[in-house]
């Protein structure tokens, strides 16, 4: 059986003391693995994503049941810098980038503590991976397209060299083609440089085609788990994640109405 890497156990989030967002949430990731969060907007998939990487601080929130485990030590509630000296770098839903910043400012500005010779080896590796950046360095960010943001917000994450990269909606708000890049381009990530990840989305047909494992999350609850076959054989998913009709009902919408219905036992 292979390593893992995370494992989150019981995980609970409150918000302001009050709002539990996320409870008894618990995955594996294991080495080298791609492995997929799926559920809504609002579902709970962000912030556990943010929990794992340290910065649900800065939201007035906190873990305050189960625990977050990497590498075989707890990292619940520590600061978002402790985590990512630990190897995990989150790549964020937004706010990705230094507007302001070129290309290779932005790449440059993501390593603190590397000679000038690590620093250039890192560069080349995020240009091989994104040659459009190589062509746009001298660009400011600011002037970037959406799906040039998101591979510069990829790009300054692998220039921390991370064992755990976690990725938060890379398919939001690009075209069917660029997704499909960026999503060929983590395999390759995962494949060549042997880097875990932890791919949150909405989208759950483009992440079931990279992972190795996938989670459905509704209400801030897992429920569902699996392999990608199983999960997109899943009559529910099928219909709810596959099929189309996510602006109009949840995973648990369609199980009472199929209850309603009798196709449950």
């Given at each position: ?45 962000t912030t556990t994503l943010r929990a794992i990487s340290g910065f649900i601080g800065l ?39 230094f507007e302001n910043l070129t290309v290779a400012e932005n790449l440059d500005a993501n ?155």
């Open positions: 059986m292979a390593e893992a890497l995370l494992i989150v156990e019981q995980l609970e989030v409150v918000y302001h003391r009050v709002v539990t967002a996320v409870q008894g949430v618990s995955l594996k990731v294991e080495r080298g693995q791609i492995v997929a969060l799926l559920g809504t907007n609002g579902a709970g998939k939201d007035d929130a906190r873990v305050t049941q189960g625990s977050v485990v990497y590498k075989g030590e707890r990292i619940e509630n520590k600061p978002p810098y402790e985590v990512t000296a630990r190897g995990i770098v989150l790549v964020p839903e937004r706010q990705k980038v390593v603190t503590r590397a000679t000038s010779a690590e620093r250039r080896r890192l560069t080349e590796s995020v240009y091989t991976y994104f040659p459009a950046l190589a062509r746009l360095k001298s660009r400011e960010a600011g002037y970037l397209s959406g799906g040039e943001r998101q591979m510069l917000g990829i790009g300054g994450a692998l220039m921390c060299a991370p064992e755990l990269l976690l990725v938060d909606e890379l398919s939001l708000g690009l075209s069917p083609i660029m997704v499909e890049e960026l999503m060929q381009r983590l395999r390759a990530i995962r494949s060549e440089l042997g880097m875990t990840i932890l791919l949150v989305e909405q989208n759950a047909q483009v992440a079931l085609d990279i992972a190795d494992h996938g989670y459905v999350i509704e209400n801030g609850r897992l429920v569902l788990d699996g392999t990608p076959e199983r999960l997109s054989s899943h009559a529910d998913v099928r219909e709810f994640y596959l099929g189309g009709g996510a602006a109009r009902r949840s995973y648990r919408d369609v199980k009472q109405y199929r209850r309603s219905r009798r196709w449950y036992g």
